[in-house]
């Protein structure tokens, strides 16, 4: 077997490469280097991530005949904001920057998003290059383009497709990772199967224990299979307008449950979509729609590998379901006044619903709630 598998996501003259493999991180310089136009990048990254992985990025970069500069943001959901957006523009822009350099994103999912936007806008748009260090970021938030920053208002509000150049997705970085950072990203891995692919999420319920113990070949296969599926959803519909939506099975949700929180450590943004994703099963059996057989497996897998499934996960919370229902509507998805929602028919079956009646999804949420 390869050292590493590429997975191609197929977006004309703007396609790219995911590199999926052990100890891509240290040969980022040679992998990056083709697709540089100058010699000269910037890499943005947060305190933990700096002091774990930033010097052996630079040494990579450096060895290709790289210059690289540094920008080093705080860790967590909250540098997401105006504040920091515009400290890290400020900061390229005082590195001299111009069209023909490259910003890369060394970080988990904050890092890619805050990065990618910057990208996005400085200099009327600029390259850039996802380089994930934890696993939800590997198999979900560093494809397909999506970059942006949180508002008051709610999650990714602010925000503009702008595709990176490359991925490179280190497994081995991965375990330097928390515990509960790797069960957050887990939440998203399960995500794919429970959309839209069966087999996987049996794949899943027989290896998810010994894949969060840290087996690398199991972590490998697990994030190139979640690449592959978003890759092709991407290819088939980059800007959302259709299928990409699947993608965010448990989001809407998530989202609300995560900006009732406040978007701190309280619920790490896998646990939302977890729990999110429990919702949607849940919602989708009221309406008939769902085998309950199939909710309860969902529910069960997630909570065997230690994920929320729950509110009562957060016992000092008081929920307020009309609160909750409030987030959502202003979730970016609403369109013509009307939440979208991502149900499902049973595991693999996930689809767009946007006619879930307020007062029926009101009851759910308070019984959601008081579980």
């Not at 980022?28 to 933990?48: C, F, H, N, Q, S």
């Not at 699947?246 to 989001?251: S, Y």
């Not at 202003?330 to 006044?337: A, F, I, L, N, P």
């Not at 979208?340 to 308070?366: C, H, K, N, S, W």
Request: glycine residues 12%.
């Amino acid at each position: 077997m390869s050292a590493y598998e590429t997975v191609r996501v197929e977006l004309g003259p703007r396609g790219y490469d995911i590199v999926v493999g052990t100890g891509v991180l240290a040969e980022a310089g040679r992998l990056i280097a083709p697709i540089l136009r100058r010699k000269k990048v910037i890499a943005v990254t947060d305190e933990t991530v700096a002091a774990l992985h930033l010097e052996m990025l630079a040494a990579s970069l450096g060895q290709a005949g790289i210059d690289c500069h540094a920008v080093v943001l705080p860790p967590g959901e909250k540098t997401k904001d105006f504040q920091h957006l515009e400290s890290l523009l400020d900061r390229i822009l005082e590195h001299g920057i111009e069209r023909g350099g490259t910003l890369v994103a060394l970080g988990g999912g904050v890092i890619g998003d805050i990065t990618g936007f910057a990208a996005a806008i400085a200099l009327r748009g600029i390259d850039f290059v996802q380089i994930p260090t934890t696993l939800l970021a590997q198999v979900d938030s560093s494809v397909g383009g999506k970059t942006g920053i949180n508002a008051r208002q709610g999650k990714n509000l602010i925000g503009a497709f702008h595709q990176p150049r490359l991925v490179l997705a280190d497994s081995g970085v991965l375990e330097t990772l928390p515990r509960r950072q790797l069960l957050a990203g887990y939440g998203e891995v399960a995500k794919y199967g429970l959309l839209g692919d069966e087999p996987f999420f049996a794949w899943l319920e027989g290896h998810g224990a010994d894949l969060l113990d840290g087996d690398p070949g199991l972590i490998r296969h697990a994030v190139v299979a979640c690449c592959k599926a978003k890759a092709a959803i991407v290819a088939a519909d980059e800007r959302e307008a259709d299928s990409r939506a699947l993608l965010n099975l448990g989001h809407t949700f998530g989202h609300a449950l995560e900006a009732e929180t406040g978007f701190g450590g309280a619920l790490l943004h896998g646990e939302a979509v977890a729990i999110g994703m429990v919702m949607a099963f849940d919602l989708s059996v009221r309406l008939g729609l769902c085998p309950p057989e199939d909710a309860a497996r969902a529910r069960r897998h997630l909570a065997a590998v230690g994920l929320p499934t729950g509110t009562d996960a957060l016992p000092t919370v008081l929920w307020d379901p009309r609160r909750l229902v409030a987030h959502m509507a202003r979730d970016k998805k609403v369109e013509g006044g009307k939440l979208t929602f991502i149900l499902t028919r049973g595991i693999g079956g996930a689809f767009i619903a946007r006619d879930v009646p307020g007062e029926a999804l009101i009851d759910f949420m308070q019984g959601a709630v008081a579980a």
